[in-house]
Each structure stands twice: as structure tokens, then as C-alpha cells.
């Protein structure tokens, strides 16, 4: 596994505000739902995109059907999808979004490829980690084994 510093991942999340969620399902159980819906209850505004989901509304938002129709600042793309399929999500965003800090790929996802296109931008890229996991870990949120949830028990 790629090896990131506390103050990096720290200083990433501290800055991002717009994260444009490209692979987002609206099943409840698998992560990309949430990790989507953390985040948006941590702050950041999320933004859906998912071509099968599109126009439908998820969090408070309408689902895109890809980046290129979102018409704000994104900060920074979280990316649901096999390691193949990343390329022409990074370069799509690297073109569409002048304001864009971080390309941030789940667990189990990394393209070497277009990590090095998007450093060579000035982009952070961030592969195979998940930021909700990270957000937890760095702001004392996990919980007894190692892990948050989001499930909360009356009776403990």
C-alpha cells in the first residue's frame, strides 16, 4: 500500500469543501453510499455522479450523469470505480474543474498512470485509501475495533 503522511491526509481533508463522488450507488449497504453520506454529514458537499442513477436525487443532490455536468468548483473527485476506469475519469477532471486540489481513488483502486498525469498538474492524488476511514482515523472518531459504523447502540 502507497504510504501518505497524517499531515498530508490531514491537510487534505481540512481543505476540501465540494467532493464529486464518481461511482456512487444508491444502495445503502454498498460503501460508495456511505462514504458519500459521511462525508456530506461531515460538511462537504457532495456531489453524485453515476450515469445509471442520473437525475435521480441521493443526499439532497441530483445525481450527475458524469463530471462534465457538474457547473461548480469541485475540490476534489472521489473515485468508485476499477483501477481501469480511472483515466478518463482524471483527465475528464482535469479539464473541467481549474479549482481541483486532491484525486482521491477508494480502496482496492490505483492507476499509476493517471496519478502521475494529475501530480504533474499539481493535483494531490490519494490511491487506495478511503477518506472516510481516514477522516475517522485522524479526527478521533474510531470506535472499539478499529473501526466507526455509524451504527449507534441505546444500550452499551
Known amino acids: 500500500m502507497t504510504s501518505y503522511s497524517d499531515d498530508l491526509l490531514r491537510k487534505i481533508l481540512k481543505r476540501t469543501r465540494t467532493i464529486a ?3 456512487v ?5 454498498r460503501p460508495s453510499y456511505y462514504v458519500a453520506r459521511y462525508l456530506g454529514l461531515k460538511g462537504y458537499r457532495v456531489i ?3 450515469p445509471g442513477h442520473a437525475g435521480k436525487r ?3 443532490a441530483t445525481v450527475r450523469a458524469s463530471l462534465s455536468e457538474i457547473d461548480e468548483p469541485v475540490h476534489m473527485v472521489d473515485i468508485f470505480r476499477r483501477s481501469e476506469a480511472v483515466p478518463p475519469i482524471v483527465d475528464e477532471a482535469l479539464e473541467l474543474f481549474p479549482d481541483l486540489q486532491t484525486i482521491w481513488m477508494q480502496i482496492g483502486v490505483e492507476n499509476a498512470e493517471a496519478a502521475a498525469k494529475a501530480e504533474a ?3 494531490d492524488v490519494i490511491q487506495n485509501r478511503c477518506p472516510k476511514i481516514e477522516y475517522q482515523r485522524l479526527f478521533g472518531e474510531l470506535r ?3 473501526f466507526a459504523t455509524g451504527i449507534i ?3 452499551l
Do not use: D
Request: hydrophobic share 40%.
Open 153 to 155: 447502540s441505546s444500550k
Open 48 to 50: 453524485p455522479v453515476n
Open 21 to 23: 463522488v464518481v461511482g
Open 121 to 123: 498538474r499539481g493535483v
Open 58 to 60: 441521493l443526499f439532497g
Open 25 to 29: 450507488s444508491m444502495n445503502s449497504v
Open 144 to 146: 472499539m475495533g478499529g
